[in-house]
């Protein structure tokens, strides 16, 4: 499994539950006891405390991040396929972008509902269907490249959404399972907070295509690779560029799928 660090996991999610609609399956209003699977900082287990009157846990595997998560939720160190409950434990098992990054999602689904009384729900991206619309003309057709292939040489399937979803549900010997679509919006614009000059700075390194070499050479050539840098790093500066003259805005958009099956 992929390991993601505090700082990743909030920038990617930051934001992401302001409107809270799609979350309606899960009948949040009802449930007594509710466990968030790989929860990492917590953000999502914020939100399900937020929003039902039972007790939420989290569990995760990394323990850099429960130390973040148990300032809001009480957790504990589990394994997505070896979860540390007896049957039953929960009426409700949820998790978000967990699935996408297993190599075997379907044993975690099925421990899922071993641990679950009632629903199971799957918060999970396509990340194949990812939107990217910049004032840096290149940005949009170089994302569009970097993705590609980065979704082409993940060993995991990060394009799972909702269709995928439901039939590794229907696998696992779930009922009924349904999808609310989510689109979760990311967008840059003046006045800039020290995370966009950042990720400016990363841009015009090249960096998070150095950190993803691994994956996106096999689906890129060598030469193809070193050719995409060369073009992200000049992105990068005319971002840098635009920010001094406030002209830079960026819109990301990622689709999310809120399935939910019953046991």
């Given at each position: 499994?992929?390991e993601?660090?505090?700082?990743?996991?909030?920038?990617?999610?930051?934001?992401?539950?302001?409107?809270?609609d799609?979350l309606?399956?899960?009948?949040?209003d009802?449930r007594?006891?509710?466990?968030?699977?790989?929860?990492?900082?917590g953000?999502?287990?914020?939100?399900?405390?937020?929003?039902?009157?039972?007790?939420?846990?989290?569990?995760?595997?990394?323990?850099?991040l429960?130390?973040?998560?148990?300032?809001?939720?009480?957790?504990?160190?589990?394994?997505?396929?070896?979860?540390?409950?007896?049957?039953?434990?929960?009426?409700?098992?949820?998790?978000?972008?967990?699935?996408?990054?297993?190599?075997?999602?379907?044993?975690?689904?099925?421990?899922?509902?071993?641990v679950?009384?009632?629903?199971?729900?799957?918060?999970?991206?396509?990340?194949?269907?990812?939107?990217?619309?910049?004032?840096?003309?290149?940005?949009?057709?170089?994302?569009?490249?970097?993705?590609?292939?980065?979704?082409s040489?993940?060993?995991?399937?990060?394009?799972?959404?909702?269709?995928?979803?439901?039939?590794?549900?229907?696998?696992?010997?779930?009922?009924?399972?349904?999808?609310?679509p989510y689109?979760?919006a990311?967008?840059?614009?003046?006045?800039?907070?020290?995370?966009?000059?950042?990720?400016?700075?990363?841009?015009?390194t090249a960096?998070?295509?150095?950190?993803?070499?691994?994956?996106?050479?096999?689906?890129?050539?060598?030469?193809?690779?070193?050719?995409?840098?060369?073009?992200?790093?000049?992105?990068?500066?005319?971002?840098?560029?635009?920010?001094g003259?406030?002209?830079?805005?960026?819109?990301?958009?990622?689709?999310?799928?809120?399935?939910?099956?019953?046991?």
């Amino acid at each position: 499994m992929r390991e993601f660090s505090a700082d990743y996991l909030r920038r990617t999610r930051e934001g992401m539950w302001e409107s809270r609609d799609a979350l309606a399956g899960l009948e949040l209003d009802s449930r007594e006891r509710v466990l968030d699977v790989g929860c990492g900082t917590g953000e999502l287990a914020r939100v399900l405390a937020d929003e039902t009157p039972g007790d939420v846990f989290g569990t995760d595997a990394d323990p850099r991040l429960l130390s973040v998560a148990r300032e809001f939720v009480p957790c504990v160190a589990g394994d997505a396929f070896r979860l540390p409950f007896p049957d039953d434990s929960f009426d409700l098992v949820v998790c978000q972008a967990l699935l996408i990054n297993l190599p075997e999602p379907v044993r975690a689904v099925r421990e899922f509902a071993r641990v679950s009384s009632d629903l199971v729900a799957a918060i999970e991206p396509d990340n194949a269907a990812v939107s990217v619309e910049s004032t840096v003309p290149e940005e949009r057709s170089l994302s569009r490249t970097a993705r590609e292939a980065y979704v082409s040489g993940t060993a995991t399937d990060i394009t799972l959404g909702g269709e995928g979803t439901r039939e590794l549900f229907r696998t696992a010997g779930l009922h009924d399972p349904s999808t609310h679509p989510y689109h979760h919006a990311k967008t840059v614009e003046p006045p800039y907070s020290e995370r966009d000059i950042e990720a400016a700075k990363r841009k015009a390194t090249a960096s998070a295509l150095t950190d993803r070499r691994d994956t996106l050479v096999g689906p890129l050539s060598t030469d193809e690779y070193d050719d995409l840098r060369a073009e992200w790093r000049e992105m990068g500066r005319e971002t840098i560029r635009q920010m001094g003259a406030e002209e830079y805005r960026r819109a990301e958009v990622v689709p999310f799928y809120v399935t939910t099956a019953r046991v």
